[in-house]
């Protein structure tokens, strides 16, 4: 066995490919994309060391092609998560007792494996499964799952060498960071594979078996991304890859003695939901569960009267449209001050009549298809009722059609009352609400800003005046997680900026940061004396 103090490698950021005309990664992307298209891809669970198939498979489809058939998955039962469960309780011994910079080792090489052989598989499959464009999945797929694996890598090591400061006088202190008593229960939206790959991977570093359910929308990605955990080295039934719906997972999940841990991204009333049922649950768990959680937003932009309206226009054409708003950062409600809102209108419509639509497989598309039918609906719906609705003004974009693709074009909503719908509701699609504010009221309008959501993820203050910037700053500490001075409300980077809201946002654990991991571990205390004492008097009882 190795002995020593290790130092991991230090992280750096994964430069972004651009994909431009001509690029030797333009041209191995549209290679990859063609090759996914080309074939019927058969999708196991992988439980323990076995790929599980069953007689129950549902089809995947690209969202901007749904006639198209990409494969199918195996759908599991309660079955296969008690099955889950006892393959991640029988691989807990060994992996927990493995030597830490043998699990750094083995999450290192699937960074550089993302980095490197499967970048374009990882790409394309996102492109294909979730519809982003080339631009959205190098940036998710690939440059933010890397950073993940990289710099949590990094924040683990640092975890492990804090220990407490002072020992001496016959006594050594030291601090044992251990990974949870149980297993934990990673469950991964669509939007995000860099998310799908970091909620399972973040508590495995820290010595802990995971269950790992994605959407079902995500699943073709997140095929590639098991692939790369087994080809870095990850041990059988350390992540196990499961197919179930939720309430049967849940089912068998939350009332299970061992259960340790939830690692959860999705909707604030299934995150409520799934709270309730542990807090019910709580007296038959060997522990109480670390429930760590990433639950939506309505984020915002307010500009200042003194604001750059070009700017203001840019943020919002990138913040609320980028992946047709299905980031749980994007922008959704903007507050423009009259001053500015004429030429902010100007610059942002001319902005919109030049994007395209389509598939991610032509480049040139800006905007793809929302995931599915159930969204597209969902979207659709807001916008109808937009149309219908007094004091609501659609000045660009409401055309919806999904007779090939789930296709919204991205639609503005000006809106006279600050409390529409849609400045209030999470809606998750191209949608966004403008409230234009008299210049001279801003902090009624930084009131508005804060007092009108109950979520608490991102948002943005654009002026060139630094007291308003200090005043935003100061009024709106409690409104985001991640706030942004002059910049779009998206588009956080590990270990620059950590993410992770509250209120109805979650719980703020911030993934990208040491703050995260901390939750996979249970510290130990350790007091060594190295000369006991042999008589229990104080020197106070002397006469």
Known sequence: MLKGFFTVPEPSNEPVKDYAPGSPERAALQEAIAAARSQVKDIPMYIGGEEIRTEK??????????????????????????QAI???????????NMQWEQRAAIFLKAADLLAGPYRHRINAATMLGQSK??????????????????????????????????????????TEHRPLEGFVFAITPFNFTAIAGNLPTA???????????????????????????????????????????GPDAGEVIFSHPDFAGLHFTGSTGVFQHLWKTIGAN???????????????????????????????????????????GQKCSAASRAYIPTNLWEQVKDFLLADLASMKMG??????????????????????????????????????????????????????????????????????GPVLSIYVYQENHYEEALELVDQTSPYALTGAVFSRDRYAIELATTNLRH?????????????????????????????????????????????????????????????????
């Open 86 to 96: 006892n393959a991640a309780l029988g691989a807990k011994h060994a992996w927990e």
């Open 133 to 174: 464009n080339a631009f959205q999945a190098e940036i998710d797929a690939a440059c933010e799952l890397i950073d993940f694996l990289r710099f949590n890598v990094k924040f683990m090591s640092e975890i492990y060498a804090q220990q407490p400061p002072i020992s001496g006088n016959g006594v050594w202190n030291r």
């Open 203 to 245: 508590p495995a570093m820290m010595g802990n078996t995971v269950i790992w359910k994605p959407a079902h929308t995500q699943i073709y990605a997140a095929q590639v991304l098991m692939q790369v955990f087994q080809e870095a080295g990850v041990p059988d039934g350390v992540i196990n890859l499961i197919y179930v719906d």
């Open 359 to 428: 598939g991610p497989e032509d480049f040139g598309n800006f905007i793809n298809a929302v995931i599915d039918e159930k969204a597209f609906d969902k979207i659709s719906g807001y916008i109808e009722a937009a149309k219908k609705a007094d004091q609501v003004e659609v000045i660009a974009g409401g055309t919806c059609n999904k007779s090939k693709g789930y296709f919204i074009e991205p639609t503005v909503l000006l809106v006279q009352d600050p409390l529409y719908t849609t400045m209030v509701e999470e809606i998750f």
């Open 282 to 324: 709580i007296a038959m768990y060997k522990t109480y569960p670390r429930i760590v959680g990433e639950t939506g937003g309505k984020d915002f932009v307010i500009a200042h009267k003194s604001a750059d309206p070009k700017a203001v226009a840019t943020a919002l054409s990138r913040g609320a449209f980028e992946y047709q």
């Open 479 to 543: 409104a985001a997680g991640n706030f942004y001075v002059n910049d779009k409300p998206t588009g956080a980077v590990v270990g620059q900026q950590p993410f992770g809201g509250a209120r109805a946002s979650g719980t703020n654990d911030k993934a990208g940061s040491m703050i995260n991991l901390l939750r996979w571990v249970s510290p130990r205390t350790i007091k060594e004396t190295f000369v006991s004492a042999t008589d229990y008097r104080y020197p106070f009882l002397g006469e």
């Open 57 to 82: 498979t549902q089809s995947l489809h690209p969202p901007h092609d749904h006639k198209h058939l990409l494969g199918h998955f195996h759908e599991g039962d309660k079955g296969h998560v008690t």
